[in-house]
């Protein structure tokens, strides 16, 4: 039997949250012995982080080799090994390669996998750490014609970084980016998937928006070239993860010289994939004159044969290696249940990030998205709330779970977006005011109550600070009206 090797704090998990977590740790108890059980030979590092305002925070995710790591801090062992099982009664955990650790405190950081459309099938790929952006490079390399599934973050950022290549995508929705959006400021992102410079318009003063949503099974197809600089053409009725910024290192080019070809397949979902075998008597096989080596058949009636599918439709939490045996309790979305200690339900065992499910009483203002500054920021409590249990000492609610917060960027517009943005929760009981400058900004504020509660704030608006105290103060702004956004009022200054 191996012998047990022991630590007083272990961390699983080489991503943002896990080293988050034992940078935290190994800084507050530089004399206790860490240990970091990653399955592969680098890490996630955040790199050049800036707090912005009260709760939101810019920063960028470097991968690292691991030694950088062990180098800054003595105390720390990093194992590379992926964990076998977990036996939380006798505080062991065993790795793949037969290794056995003891911990005093466990914290489980083990990130979240793409929730592919289906298994072991070549022509579909999930994208979610660097070997699969590796993957997916290599193939568009290649590729005239892709599918891109999926309405969330990875989706939305490669229809738009995509060259080369035609991009059928398929939504479920009746607009895109329906995870951050509503339809208001997918109408104003829109065309941006067009080359065409968009006209600037002087905003209205009487905040108000329209949208034009697609009927069902109908598409939209945004076509940008550079050689021609034309407009595209238009609507038409024939149908551990990476970081923020993972795009950006990377050459995202197929093999077709049109710069950029989206057509967009509104309220859809894949009814069946298609092999080469399969598509004897399917359409999609001449439909260009040439056979494809696989077809998405939609539910909207319409078949696309191309070269390969990415399956963007979400991420399943990776609790599996550490479930059996156990007593876990887990959440409706198979996340790992985590108290407002970041505790589990069984004793000394901790997680965070993308694998646990936040299940105390939130703040009306907050709510869970698996996103990098959310993974960060429950890297970084939980570290605490571990130190705060060893030295008995009690820790109070970090002040980032009051007030959803976050900065990213889509369709190269800044995006931020602040608590209730969507009005999640709210049902009706609730009011928008929007400013829309074509090609510039979108603004958006959710009222409740006279109060704002949520806002959008796509382009360079310099309001993020200025909404933020705001919605934590919840002032009531009942006798401001629409006046709110009025262009010609310097709200930075009025509420000063």
């Not at 599918?147 to 950022?157: D, S």
């Not at 009725?237 to 093999?255: M, Q, V």
């Not at 509104?266 to 069946?272: A, D, F, L, T």
Request: aromatic share 8%; with cysteine.
């Amino acid at each position: 039997m191996a012998a047990r090797e022991k630590f007083s704090f272990v961390v699983v998990g080489g991503g943002i949250a896990g080293v988050t977590c034992v940078e935290q740790l190994s800084s507050q108890l530089p004399s206790a012995d860490l240990a970091l059980i990653t399955a592969g030979q680098h890490v996630k590092t955040v790199t050049n982080y800036k707090q912005v305002s009260k709760t939101l925070e810019e920063f960028n995710v470097e991968e690292q080799a691991s030694s950088v790591l062990e180098n800054k801090y003595p105390n720390l062992t990093i194992v590379h090994s992926a964990v076998q099982s977990l036996h939380t009664q006798s505080h062991t955990l065993e790795t793949v390669d037969g290794r056995i650790f003891h911990y005093e405190k466990l914290c489980i950081c083990s990130g979240a996998r793409p929730k592919l459309l289906t298994v072991n099938n070549p022509n579909v790929l999930g994208i979610r750490d660097t070997d699969s952006a590796q993957e997916f490079q290599k193939r568009l390399s290649e590729a005239r014609r892709i599918v891109v599934v999926g309405n969330g973050g990875i989706a939305l950022e490669l229809v738009f970084e995509v060259e080369g290549c035609e991009v059928i995508w398929a939504v479920k929705d009746k607009a895109i980016g329906n995870t951050f959006f509503d339809a208001g400021a997918a109408q104003f992102l829109i065309p941006s998937l067009d080359a065409s410079k968009p006209e600037t318009l002087i905003p209205c003063k009487r905040p108000r928006y329209t949208t034009e949503e697609a009927s069902v099974g109908a598409s939209h197809t945004f076509t940008a070239d550079r050689n021609l600089r034309g407009r595209g053409s238009g609507p038409t009725e024939s149908g551990s993860a990476l970081g923020p910024d993972w795009h950006e290192g990377i050459i995202l080019k197929g093999a077709q010289e049109v710069s950029r070809r989206v057509s967009v397949e509104y309220e859809c979902e894949v009814e069946k994939i298609i092999s080469t075998d399969e598509q004897l008597n399917c359409a999609a096989q001449t439909e260009t004159g040439r056979s494809w080596p696989v077809s998405v058949q939609l539910t909207n009636g319409k078949t696309f044969g191309c070269d390969f599918v990415v399956s963007a439709t979400g991420v399943i939490p990776n609790t599996d290696p550490f479930l059996h045996g156990n007593n876990f309790l887990l959440a409706d979305d198979g996340g790992l249940r985590v108290d407002d200690h970041m505790m589990t339900s069984e004793p000394d065992v901790f997680a965070a990030g993308d694998v646990c499910t936040a299940c105390w009483e939130h703040s009306p203002l907050w709510q869970q998205m698996r996103l990098w500054t959310q993974a960060r920021q429950m890297g970084w409590y939980a570290a605490h709330c571990m130190v705060a249990q060893v030295q008995h000492e009690p820790i109070e609610l970090d002040f980032c779970f009051e007030l959803f917060a976050h900065i990213t960027k889509f369709f190269n517009y800044k995006v931020v977006l602040l608590g209730k943005f969507n009005g999640q929760g709210l049902g009706s009981d609730h009011e928008l005011l929007v400013r829309c400058t074509k090609g510039q900004e979108y603004v958006k504020v959710v009222l409740h109550g006279g109060r704002m509660v949520g806002a959008v704030l796509i382009g360079e608006t310099d309001l993020e600070e200025t909404f933020e105290n705001l919605i934590l103060n919840q002032m009531d702004l009942t006798p401001y009206g629409e006046d709110l956004l009025n262009p010609d009022v310097d709200i930075e200054d009025y509420f000063d």
